[in-house]
Every structure is written in structure tokens, then in C-alpha cells.
């Protein structure tokens, strides 16, 4: 990836400039996409530094982050191929679901918590943080109903740490 970024930390705007200007370029990533006869969600690191991260994603309609959030770093998400279901928690009402379909993006800041999975079968996404994720937090909740945060390492990969944490995430239909 060629990449003429400032040499700092990057605000949530700018990265999803930098989203929206690599998917542009399918050259500089193209030929990571992969989905795996075993299945599960296929990532790669396409660009790391001091201030920012960034991957490239491979999503199944089966493929669930789980609850997270990205810790200190801000970041955007471009989706390139089929589409994502995000879902951001409400306690006590209904889940904010919005599909985002290829060709859109969107930005959030480090206390985002929400949930990824592919809302179509072959989906591609680029993502970028700033500062580079080295931390996230994923959420589970007990059989009495208290929420727990977990800390884990960026190269662990995200994924349900309870099933029944705040609700199951419904297959979305998309138009």
C-alpha cells in the first residue's frame, strides 16, 4: 500500500478518507481477498505503522465480531464487496441495526461498541484505526445479568464471547 499519511494520529474523518481512497484502488488490495473452502472470516494487515492500521476483511453471512469496541483508536470502515450488518447496543430497547451496503463507509470513535457480521455471502471490507489497535474490548454478560468487558489483543480474532449477550443479531435482508 503506498501511502502519503501524515505523520501523527489520524481523526476519524481522515480515516475514512482513507478508506473511501483505497477502495478506489483495488490494485493496492485486490489480491489479498480470500474466503477459505474451511470457511470463517478471512483478514490481512495491509498497512501498519506508529499512527495507523490497516485490513482488509472477508466476511460470510455466518461471520460475527461480536460485541467490541476498538479501545483507544478511532476508525472507519469501507465496505467494497456485499454488504455489513452493524449493530450498536441499546440496554433496554432495540438494537440500532444498519445495513451498509458496498461502496458505503462509516467513522466512529474510540467509545463505539457495536457488532459486525457479513449481511451477504462474500462481503469485503477495508478497515483503518488510529492509532493502530493494539487493544479491544469485547463484551459478554452473566446468567445474572451483569455486562463485563474483556480486554484482548488486536491479533486475536473478534468473535461472539456469548451467544445470549443482549440479544441475538437477526440475518438482514438486503434490497
Do not use: K
Request: aromatic content about 8%.
Amino acid at each position: 500500500m503506498s501511502t502519503n499519511l501524515p505523520a501523527r494520529t489520524l481523526d476519524r474523518r481522515e480515516l475514512r478518507e482513507l478508506v473511501d481512497d483505497l477502495a478506489a484502488d483495488p490494485a493496492q488490495w485486490q489480491d489479498q481477498v480470500d474466503f477459505p473452502a474451511d470457511g470463517g472470516r478471512h483478514y490481512a494487515s495491509l498497512y501498519r505503522d506508529a499512527y495507523v492500521d490497516v485490513w482488509l476483511l472477508c466476511w460470510r453471512p455466518e461471520d460475527d465480531t461480536g460485541w467490541h469496541d476498538h479501545d483507544i483508536s478511532s476508525g472507519a470502515v469501507h465496505v467494497v464487496q456485499g454488504a455489513l450488518l452493524e449493530c450498536n447496543p441499546r440496554i433496554g430497547g432495540e438494537h440500532l441495526e444498519t445495513v451498509v451496503a458496498e461502496g458505503q463507509s462509516f467513522h466512529f470513535g474510540p467509545d463505539h461498541i457495536h457488532r459486525l457480521t457479513g449481511a451477504v455471502d462474500r462481503s469485503v471490507s477495508i478497515h483503518a484505526y488510529s492509532p493502530p489497535l493494539w487493544r479491544l474490548g469485547q463484551y459478554s454478560i452473566d446468567d445474572t445479568g451483569l455486562m463485563r468487558r474483556v480486554s484482548v489483543s488486536y491479533a486475536d480474532e473478534l468473535r461472539p464471547i456469548d451467544d445470549d449477550f443482549m440479544g441475538e443479531v437477526p440475518a438482514a435482508e438486503v434490497a
